[in-house]
């Protein structure tokens, strides 16, 4: 049977309206139940609003101009009429749906959207190039649209340019795919049924039908407590190994699923290949030279002598150089050596930096590769780190690259080693991966030369606090940020995507009072007023909840801009505003600024401590009832996070962590 | 195989009539003639023009399929003086040469694999007149200046074109026997259409042109006509608006 894009339109429609992440995994569960192969790539990656995974650079992002013209062309409605509408619904696919139900011309013949044709013909879209692609993207776009109900038009134009924003994070997905994956799921609730365990766990586990990651919570909530719940307890034991089965195999599911996406972050051919081959399929994915693997991340702690206790009496440190994290590719392809730079947000940033692949293709001397490093500015006679402000001068700039190249010498220091020479390194220790990354460059040092371009990282072992203390200062006195503890035992593995304790940073920042920076995500602006009026007087933060997907407000940030950044501020702020019903789906927050956001944009911010306020939002009652966490007198670092996402922000977790040290030296302190 | 001569003035009439419609096309030529199905993108308005082999003074065709930039093709054809005749062969680089008089002009051709065949829907449409093009156009003119569609409204006696916005109107009453001549009428027939579409047909179908149209209630509009001296036939449907009351 062909999937009508109908369907998965109407299951937008009501994720739309959910805001809870158990609610909208189940909506997604019943999106991808039955699905076939191809339709179930298509439908994940129209999901998530784009043709292909972010990091082969072809993206969709039509401007919202072009898909009025279409709307235009289809409706006869007239353009004025159009802005006009646009000015009061501010979201394109809130304006499509409501210009298209309005449609003033009928059609010669129309046919049935399908999701195969929506997909292809968007794939066509974003791979239109030359002098007359914008007319042919008007008649790509034109011609959905004529087949199209208002509701499918909805989703069709945000996809379009780049709009989709349900507010679905790639592990919801995740969590969708691994229930839909777990195809013992129903004999396991019809055995549970056929023991006739009584009314509430019958009912609790018909429930999972409809609800179902919320309804197996509840059947195990239940469970886990007979007695409260008056249930029979020879029936639970008989139930309980049937539900801790069925527990234990999404789970599993889920930690293959993971584990692939942390590797190769395709949601869309992942879902395709678990259609065509079940869960085993997954495991034929493995690194691969020119698929870039999620970063690895560290933990934090506030000094030497506890990371020392963590790693077992002795650890390696490095600098922690303060840059841009790269991870450069290298491999041939028919002869040519392809070299391809990617950022921690997986975009493909080859283009920018020209002068590090000149330099990789210099000294790289090794069959293939993949390398991670820091990609730093650097003062060209001595070798010395540049403030890191100065690479963001080099980001995203199409013209004039050339003289930014020489104004602004960078230098890339590698610093771990995925693959070599044919080899997956990733389960290897990290010294044995520290030893292969050598092995991969011609003379390599940990000195920096700006003429090389590429050096090591700065490492010593160490067992003994005083000696970490002094490398740490040194650190400091060479311009970078601190130092990353890391593991070298034989288990110290590089995890990809995952945050563990085999890295452990330590950073310090003497003016503050807090000893780290945060990453919070801008959800709003209030107005300016007398020198800022017409630009932005503050803007609302946010920490984001990983588990629930949502972003708590935390902080109202007003200081450190200067007259650049306010003016900056105004259109990235026009750029991500948009209804508070739209924007928000992911947003708690009890402030309501002038302009509310689309949660995207991370800034770095200093804070002088986190203290309890009824304001905002972020672990609001988790500590103290009636009161949430804020960050008090914050101040923007001047530094945009733009190689984080929202969902790499600061953590309501960590915030919380934050809080408990911040106490906890004050106590001691005190006594 | 491909080499025909024909008049640069019958060639002028296809991509003329075709212009309106699309920007490329797929022609068939076939052993008994040239035809072209086009839908315009929003699949509003289509045309179905076909040109006998008899407009041809020479007319060497295996049967094919050309894609041909309409607007393209009609630039190209302003080289030519008004009588001149135009010859026209594929190459070995499967490129068009196009000569007239003492000019040539080598065109590669467009991709056409991708065009869809668009069907014609087949209309039965309770009312057919005659007229001249010029009394459609007075109409279509004139109410342009008043609103953005126009609503033809045909009974017994007469086919009445309307126009009109917030307190303006125009009304126009075209007669059986004199302005027009009825071919059928089986019961009175209202639709209302684009004045955007319907004004850029007319520039294909031309001035001073004799054309039948055929109407239905909230239905597509059929407008047909000969060009080039009775060996070319067009024929266009356009799709009506929605009445908003």
Redesign the interface.
Known sequence: MVLSFEEIAKSYKRIEDLSKRLEMTDELIDLFTGRSPAELEYIVRLTKGEVRPAFEGIELGVAEKLAVKALYQVTLISPDEIEEKRKTLGDIGSLAEEIMRRKMQMSLFSEELTVDRVFKSLEKISLVEGKASQDHKLKLIAELLHDATPLEARYITRIVCGKMRLGIADMTIVDALSYVMTPEFSDIIEKILSLRPGEPIEASVKAISTHKTAALNSLIDLISHPKKNGLDPDIIQKVHPLVDDLRSRIKNNRKIMVKAYNTHPDLGSIANKLMEFGIEGLKTIHVQPGVPLRAMLGERSSSIGSILERMGGETALEYKYDGLRVQAHIWNEEENRSIVLFSRQLEDLTDQFPDVVDYINDRFQGEDGIVEGECVPVEPNTGRLLPFQLISQRRGRKHSLQEKVKEIPVSLIVFDCLYSNGNDMTNEPYLVRREALKGLFKDLGENIEPEKGVSLSKMKIVKDPVIGETFFNMSLEDGCEGIMAKSISGSSVYQAGSRGWHWIKYKKDYRSELSDTLDLVVIGAFHGSGRRKGRYGALLMASYDPKEGIYRSVCKLGSGFNDQHLFEMVSIIDELSGPIEHVWKNVDSKMIPDICTTPDLVLEVLGAEITFSPNHTCSFGKIKDDAGLALRFPRFTGRYRSDKGPTDATTEEEIIGIFGSQNKIISDRSS | MFEVDVKVETLKSVFSILTPIV?EIKLSAGEEGWNVKA?D??????VDLSLSKDAFEKYEIEPMELGLNVERMLEHLKGAKSDDMVHMKLDSDNRLVVSMSNLTLKIPLVDASGFSDP?V?NLALPVGLKLNSGELQKGLKVSASIS??ITFDCTEEKLVMTSSEDLSSMTLDLHKGQEYEEIHFEKAAKSSF?L?YFTQLMKGVGPNRDIVINIGN?Y?LKMEFDFAEETGHARY?L????E?N
Request: glycine letters at 4%; charged letters at 20%.
């Open positions: 920007g839908v993108p929003a699949h509003v308005a289509m069907k829907p953005d569609h684009s955007d909230s597509p449907l799709a009506p608006r929605i908003s």
